[in-house]
């Protein structure tokens, strides 16, 4: 068995870190929805809320460096620059690697604007 | 930072096309409340950083068309673009939300730990506002289209909505919240300075929500006081005659007039109409010439209200109520 998968080629890995985005989007907001409208539910303190948000991030963070690691890996760890523009399997790949890269970077970034209110929110809205 | 300047700018609007129904302000820009200050303070870092990026990209423009008309070499276009492109903004917008951010719990303080002292229920109707004032000590005080509240304390809003989704916002004092039916908003306000603000109802409500606004009064704590007390207790009128035709003609079957007959709790509390600032939910001068002719013909002062027309009573009998009505202090 090996640690990091082995480099496949399809469209999907591209999609990988803005998927990660949208759901860490969709936990932290539905998540502290549900709590506020039924805290009885859930028994905890907002500190849970924060703390659930806390580990999500550091869950979505960690796959999106995942993510990215596979695609500067898939860029050839940056040895071509770009543009990689001619119609042959290599460019096509480098390419595909370069997007990923910089999607990953994209959504790594919005990942902490999404849960930074976590820092500062302490409380539902009564 | 668009939606805070698109804001002022229709509130300066508003403002100045209602200047001559009442002399109060309507501006985010003038804020006179603990919300609407650190509101107004984001907006002008907001606007402030806005303006800096903004001259320096046009600078690096115009540079770039003018000065120096040189093709970069690809190593320093890609540097420019990684940290002009990538790195500047992604940082300047952490920093901006980070300070918005650090802003919220104080912008809206939904739950002190102490309860405040007073507490306003207001009820959006189309097109006007149910008021409830809850003291701490003493009976609940009906009012409308009208709200006081005392200078440097927090004032708790109870916001419901009888029929169709209002929205509550004093602009000088704090942020706005919707009145959503079947739902129970609260926010909480303070005013820092005395005043008379206008207050816009904010969210499309039918035919006349342009024309449903109340006046907010902040007043010192101790004149406060006083006036909630004086309005515990049913005002008296001169002119008596006023009092009975509005009751002979019906009025009482919708209107509630403490002290007399009248019950109803249909329109608006009128116990002390003549000491509001206006009539008619903000739009009309509190003046016997404007309560005449709203009485008179309601549906073209403000179309699409349920008052129906009185135009069919003898002019001296509306004359005669209006006066009685301006003398409810």
Known sequence: ?126 | MGRYFSLSATSLLLASGTAGAQSSTQSVLEPAGAEAQQTAVLFWVMLSGGAVIWLGVVGLLLHAALVNRRRLAEKSASSIILWGGVVFPSVTLCALLVYALWLMPGLRPFAQASAAALRIEVTGRQFWWEVVYHPAQGPPVASANEIRLPVGEWVELTLKSADVIHSFWIPPLGGKMDMIPGRTNRLSIMATKPGIYRGPCAEYCGTSHALMAFSAVAMAPEAFRSWLAAQAIPAKSAGASGGALFLRHGCGSCHFVAGTDARGLIGPDLSHVGSRATVAAGILPNTEDAVTRFIARPDLIKPGSSMPAFDMLPPDDIRAIAAWLRGLQ
């Open chain 1, 1 to 126: 068995m090996r640690l990091v998968p082995k480099q496949i080629e399809t469209l999907w890995t591209l999609f990988t870190a803005p998927v990660v985005w949208a759901a860490h989007f969709l936990v932290c907001y539905i998540g502290a929805a549900i709590y506020c409208a039924k805290p009885e539910l859930v028994g905890l303190g907002f500190s849970a809320v924060r703390a659930g948000i806390a580990a999500a991030t550091v869950i979505a963070l960690s796959l999106i460096a995942l993510s990215a690691w596979l695609a500067w890996r898939q860029w050839g760890f940056g040895t071509d620059d770009p543009p990689h523009d001619d119609p042959t399997r290599r460019d096509r790949t480098l390419f595909q690697g370069f997007a990923t890269l910089l999607l990953s970077g994209l959504s790594f970034i919005a990942v902490i604007f999404t849960a930074m209110p976590a820092l500062f929110v302490t409380e539902c809205i009564r």
